[in-house]
């Protein structure tokens, strides 16, 4: 899975001009793990094409929201991004059954269901992280201990540069 | 262009939270790739909306409890079970009310 994303993106030009230019820099906050995880990318607002658009960026699957430079959300729904970043290697769909077994442990926990009884049929009814078998276990806990370390690491560089875009991720609500 | 609704395809389990994780469980290979996932409150229908633009109903009837979680969230875990029941390629889709 790209964690990165690190490329500037011309977009054309904007919707007065070629000269219309304006570029934001742009958190995208999706799930890794379990863990909300912001990937910062810079992105033209100002193209006159509506297929890519900032507001696209927070459509992404996977993607829980997208905040522009002044922590605005944007949740208009267009479609293009999604073709664009893949395009830069970006494919925010491809997870790991670990993914799904994490993702699962919330929506079973106090959550309720419609339909084939098919969670109970795998065995997942009462979910539960002893419930998986020891190799994905172990890699459930790897993947929660390495990006807790890295998220500390982050963090811990942030403040070591007083870097003032610091705050606190929320899934669905990024920075705050 | 509506397609046959999932359930009918195979079986088919849809699982909400009280805080809006939502995952649809699917027991065989889809047809369809899909993009993204919308609840039509005047069809009471949750959709799929496949790659090439066709709307796939689900099939299923949430009650208001689910409902109301439903809207809590922005996104869908689709997870398709095989036949031996083991999840294969995991997929999160958004999700978004349809706004007519």
Known sequence: ?176 | MLLNPLSQDMPVEFVVSRTGSVAIVHKGRAQHDYIWVQYDQYADSVQLVTEDGKLQDLGLSLNDSMLRSLMKTREVMMIELTDNMAIRKPKLLKFSALVH
């Open chain 1, 1 to 176: 899975m790209v964690t990165n994303i690190d490329t500037d993106v011309e977009l054309g030009p904007g919707q007065d001009g070629p000269d219309d230019i304006v570029t934001h820099e742009v958190t995208l906050v999706r799930m890794v793990n379990g863990i909300p995880e912001a990937i910062v990318v810079s992105v033209d607002d100002s193209a006159s094409s509506p297929t890519f658009s900032v507001e696209a960026l927070g459509n992404l699957p996977g993607v829980w929201g997208a905040f522009n430079d002044d922590g605005m959300a944007r949740a208009d729904m267009k479609a293009g991004a999604t073709n664009f970043l893949e395009a830069d290697g970006f494919d925010a769909s491809e997870l790991s059954p670990v993914d799904a077994i994490t993702f699962l442990e919330d929506a079973i926990v106090d959550g309720e269901s419609v339909g084939a009884d098919l969670l109970a049929e795998a065995g997942l009814s009462s979910m539960d992280i002893n419930n998986l078998d020891a190799e994905s276990k172990a890699a459930h806990e790897a993947a929660l201990e390495a990006r807790a370390q890295e998220l500390a690491a982050s963090q811990d560089a942030k403040i070591e540069d007083n870097d003032p875009s610091l705050g606190i991720l929320q899934p669905g609500r990024g920075l705050v």
